[in-house]
């Protein structure tokens, strides 16, 4: 996969410092993924690299639009996409995943890829509802503030909310007679 190398990263040859990459993603991006989410996009992610003896830090910073279909209507539409997330690869004896933000990669490491990294966080970024711009207001007029909460009482409740008193003669006879049957 030629594409798939334009997001290489050489460690190798990187100094003990800050070093700073730039990858543009689109269409093709996305085709090399097999998520049926996102159709497609185009997107610019800042990656930060710290390098030190035993660790990588990276710092993603993404930006742009991705093209996703509305649940309610099955159109297209374009997504905004604003990422800023940190990983880091710890240097060891081995390939593991220590942690969802911490792997280990072997101490003779070339090299890394970080595009299943970017797209990644660009599919977490998303709405879990993916809604098309027009139906947003409807959405913020449907909120949870116009909702009414009615509460009665029953005759014979007091108005005090005190623990006091017995609890047993609040119970309805019917959880009673269960109480029996052990």
């Keep these: 996969m030629k ?10 040859k990187l100094s003990n410092k800050t070093h700073q990459f730039e990858f543009d993603m ?8 097999s998520g049926e989410i996102m159709h497609g996009g185009k997107l610019h992610a800042d990656v930060e690299l710290e390098k030190t003896e035993t660790l990588l ?16 209507s099955l159109e297209e539409f374009d997504q905004p996409v604003d990422v800023q997330e940190t990983f880091r690869m710890k240097f060891g004896p081995e390939d593991t995943e220590l942690d969802e933000d911490l792997w280990q990669i072997a101490s003779d490491t070339q090299q890394i890829n970080v595009a299943q990294h970017l797209y990644d966080y ?22 949870d ?8 009482k029953h005759a014979g409740d ?8 017995d609890d047993d003669d609040d119970i309805d006879p019917r959880w009673d007679a269960l109480k029996n049957l052990n």
């Design 3 to 12: 594409k798939l190398k334009e997001y290489d990263i050489n460690i190798a």
């Design 122 to 143: 660009i599919g977490l970024s998303l709405p879990m509802k993916k809604l098309h711009p027009r139906f947003l207001e409807e959405e913020d007029e449907d909120s």
């Design 158 to 165: 007091s108005d005090s909310d005190s623990d006091e008193g």
């Design 57 to 72: 830090t990276l710092h993603f910073d993404i930006k742009g639009t991705v093209r996703l279909t509305c649940d309610r």
């Design 145 to 152: 503030d116009d909702i009414l909460i009615y509460s009665s």
């Design 26 to 33: 689109d269409d093709s991006f996305f085709d090399l993924f």
